[in-house]
Every structure is written in C-alpha cells, then in structure tokens.
C-alpha cells in the first residue's frame, strides 16, 4: 500500500472537490421554528376571510404575494379561476416534486366562538348562509406558504424544484362551473413542469394532535353525486286521492334506495355508501305539491360498484315512482376518482413521517369515504396523501366535531408537524436519490 508523505495528504486534500452540502436536520429545524409564528398568523388570517370554490380571490392575492416577496422564480396565477402555482429551483440539479394546498371554504356557519371565527355571510343555493374553512383548507393555504418560507430559505442547499400548487375549489365548483384539481391539469398545469411525485395532507378530527395517518393503494372513496326529480299531480291535502303524491313516493324511493348497499351489493371487500342530503318539495301544510327533489352522494372503492349504484339508483327510482303513478328522473353527476397512494412512494416517504412524528405515532389508517380531487394529480404522476391530527389530545376524536361541521375546531399545537411533515417529505425525497 502507497503512503502518501505529510506534504503530499495535504496537497490531496486541497485538491479534492468538496462534499456536496447537504440540507441536515439542524437546518430545518432552524427554520421550522423561524417560520412558526407566521404560520399561526396566516393561518388565522385565512380562517377569518373564507372564500368558497372559484371565489378564493382573496386568498390567492395573498399567496402570489407571499411566494413572490420569498423570490420563488416562476409564480402564475388565475390557473381555474383563482389557481396559483409557484415554481422554486434548488440551487443544485435534481427531479422536480410538486406540493398541494386547496383553498376553499364550505357554505357553513361557524360556531366555534373562536376569537378570529368567521363572521362572513353568502348565498348558497338560494339561501344566506355562513362561509367557514370548516374542512381545515385554511391550514393546508397556511401550512404550504410556510412549506415555501423554509424551502425557499434553504434553496442553495436543495438539489431540485419544488412545485406549489395552491389549488381552488377542492369542495366543489359553484353550480354550472368547472374546478378544482381537474380544471388545472386541463389548463395545463403539468404541461411545462412535470413532476416526478406529488404530494400533500389533509387535517382531522379523526386523529389526536401528534398523530399521522397513512393508507398505501387506495385511501379515499370516489365521489358522485345525484339528483332525483319525482313529478306528480298537486292536489288539495284533504283530498289526496285526486293527485299523485310526489312526497310518498319520494319517501318511498329513499327507502329503496337505501336497500342498494345494504342488499345489492358484496361489500365484503370493500364499503359502498349512498345518502340523501336535501330534500325540497312543497311550500304549504294542506297543499300536496306537484314535485319533489332530492339530492344526495355516492362514495365507492370498486369501478364495478359505481356502476351497479349509478343502474340501480334509476331503476329503483323510476320503477318507485311508476307504482305510484309519478315519474321519476335521476340525473348523476360524476365527481372525483378514487385517491390512491402508490405503494413504492408511500414505503420510500414512510421512515420520514415515522423520524418526524415518531413510530408509534405514525398509523395505518382505514379506508376513508371522504373524497378528495387530490386523487387527479395522483392519476398522473405517483402521489402520497396523508392526514395530520388536529384534535386535541385531553378529547377523543371520535366524540370531536368532525370536520365540516360548524363546530370544527383545529388545535394549532398540531400545525408544526404538520409544517415539519410537508418540508421533511419534500427534502428527503429530493435529497434520498
């Protein structure tokens, strides 16, 4: 073995190339702590001004502004609607990564007693309502500006681009529009930048501040929606007999219809669910009205289910409504796909949920019927969608508001890991090649 002389070690060592920096857990630490206070600040900010879907104008003014004073290189705007997407280039070469926040509220009245509760007000179907971020999307708008605020500070050190994606009407576009994740893929989202991956995460009330929740393959339900329109013949409510009673046939049709998943189905493998949500017909106690109609949902896991729901939600309701001498029209609007996270990209990404939460605070959770547009992007390029926990810990989740309701309360003790969630996803998969 050749032993190099003191002289000729040192000469070897100046000139060899340095170790390619990296970006160390102290790093992110540093700035995870740095960016807190912010995060609560827009977090709070965003939860007092809710915007509903197509309508965010508002909080996407606030987010352009924000990823253009961080210097973020490439940030367009007005992507369905009120889409807005930045573009952040690490200072080294790498794969390009994209992270999601939706921006929308819901058609809520807000009950929390919160210092900083909504008090804004809409109309929403024909009705005043109030608007309230009671899904938890001001957290995730929170949550990636501040993902943007550390990556954007640690960029000389990140080898890769990172795509924001901020993204409106993740609940539902208003009625005769389009939205949401489909809507900006169409507009080209994908189409300059591709990512390799895509990313992002939903609070809960289903889990404890602390927790994660993960689900490889599919997580979330498909998501449809209908309407049902049963026509009789109005009639004085003292004489029923020389109408067609669109209320009873109506009540009989939610009655059938609700044998679909309980008897029609083999749901051994995986669940099925329809609910009505609406139901609006006549104006007058003893006046029998010449319509009713109902609206409601259809959460499925299986291609072949959605299929067997959308044929036997019409004939149950057609053939209902023949019986009693009323019509029936079923009208189905398809929604989002089923979210599925891919295998190889949860396995890859779960060792740094399980270092940032901690292992036994990392668990598989079941299937969901929630739906979420997330699942578009995931159609694209392999995704990972996880949940944080936002209740808190002296509660039991399961006796928490869920979210949606108008008494969803987020504990911010949570928001942190979140944040540390988000960032660590993004780092270790641009730095872990």
């Known amino acids: 073995m050749r032993v190099l002389s003191p002289a000729l070690f040192a000469l070897a060592l100046l000139c060899a190339p340095a170790a390619e920096a990296a970006i160390e857990r102290a790093d992110l630490e540093r700035e995870l702590a740095a960016v807190k206070d912010q995060l609560i600040a827009w977090r709070r900010d965003i ?7 197509n309508r965010e104008t508002r909080t996407a003014a606030l987010v352009a502004k924000v990823l253009r004073d ?20 690490g200072g080294k070469p790498g794969p390009v990564i994209a992270l999601r926040a939706d921006m929308d509220a819901l058609p809520v009245t807000e009950q929390t007693g919160l210092p900083f509760a909504s008090k804004v007000t809409t109309t929403f179907r024909g009705e005043t309502v109030g608007v309230m971020h009671a899904c938890g999307h001001d957290t995730h708008v929170a949550n990636l500006l501040a ?6 500070r640690l960029r000389a050190d990140l080898p890769g681009t990172v795509m924001f994606i ?19 893929l169409r507009e080209g989202l994908f189409a300059d930048l591709k990512p390799e991956a895509v990313m992002g995460l939903h609070v809960t009330s289903n889990l404890n501040t602390g927790r994660i929740g993960w689900r490889a393959g599919p997580l979330m339900a498909a998501v449809d929606s209908f309407t049902i329109t049963v026509k009789g013949v109005q009639t004085h409510g003292s004489r029923p007999w020389q109408g067609v009673d669109p209320i009873t046939t109506a009540a009989q049709i939610i009655t059938g219809v609700n044998t679909i998943v309980s008897r029609q ?10 609910s009505f949500g609406a139901i609006k017909g006549g104006i007058r106690e003893n006046i029998i009205p010449d319509q009713v109609q109902m609206i409601g949902t259809i959460r499925t896991f299986q291609p072949e289910h959605r299929v067997q729901i959308f044929d036997r939600l019409k004939r149950t309701a057609e053939s209902i409504a023949a019986s009693q001498g009323a019509t029936a029209t079923v009208d189905i609007q398809e929604g989002y796909p089923v979210t599925v996270n891919e295998q190889r990209l949860t396995e890859r990404m779960l060792p740094t949920l399980r270092r940032v939460a901690g292992e036994a605070n990392v668990v598989r959770i079941p299937l969901t019927t929630g739906a979420e547009d997330f699942s578009y992007y995931a159609q694209e390029v392999p995704g990972l969608f996880v949940f944080v926990g936002v209740t808190d810990p002296a509660i039991d989740p399961r006796k928490a508001p869920t979210n949606h309701s108008p008494l969803f309360l987020v504990d911010e003790a949570a928001l942190p890991l979140a944040l540390d969630a988000l960032v660590s996803l993004a780092v270790d998969y641009l730095q872990d090649r």
């Open 47 to 53: 939860h007092q001004h809710p915007e509903l879907g």
């Open 70 to 89: 961080l210097d973020v290189d490439s940030v367009r705007t007005g992507i369905a609607y009120t889409g807005v997407v930045g573009v952040l280039e």
């Open 166 to 184: 901020f993204q409106p009407a993740e609940e539902g576009a208003p009625e005769g529009e389009e939205g949401g994740a489909e809507l900006m």
């Open 265 to 274: 189905l083999d749901i051994t493998d995986t669940p099925a669910v329809v």
């Open 147 to 152: 993902t943007a605020t550390v990556l954007s």
